[in-house]
């Protein structure tokens, strides 16, 4: 199983993106192929992210061979980054924060998770459509 990490300054704008997700590639919340999870705004309810709270979302997805982290924007890869440091050495070798476009890249990356995709599989794919330097 793939795990997705949604991360956003807004709770809004990832909690929207999750529906959209869902709806249209049809992934129902016992995929067996794919983990979605939100980390958006902070604890408090403002706008801004957590490093906390994506590392609970991290934890969450434990049972995961991958976790792939997707963020809005600069400080959101700082957090995650952080959340990443705060994972026991075997949790966080699963842990891959993918600087693409957030919508395009969360998409892409839970189509193929979908179907059954590998991380390794997954990651290729994002990487042919985003040219990610890996």
């Not at 192929?33 to 934890?59: C, H, N, P, Q, W």
């Not at 434990?62 to 440091?85: H, K, P, R, T």
Request: net charge negative; glycine share 8%.
């Amino acid at each position: 199983m793939i795990g997705i990490i949604l991360v956003s300054h807004s709770s809004k704008i990832v909690e929207g993106l999750l529906d959209m997700i869902k709806e249209m590639v049809n992934i129902g919340s016992e995929n067996e192929y794919v983990l979605l999870k939100t980390a958006g705004g902070t604890e408090d309810g403002r706008l801004g992210t957590s490093g906390v709270t994506i590392f609970e979302k991290i934890e969450e997805c434990n049972a995961c061979s991958d976790i792939f982290i997707f963020c809005d924007m600069g400080s959101a890869y700082l957090s995650a980054e952080m959340a990443q440091e705060l994972c026991e050495p075997e949790m966080e070798e699963k842990v891959k924060i993918v600087h693409v476009p957030l919508i395009d890249g969360a998409f892409c990356a839970s189509v193929q998770a979908s179907i059954g995709k590998s991380g390794e599989e997954v990651m290729q794919e994002l990487d042919e459509e985003f040219s990610l330097v890996m």
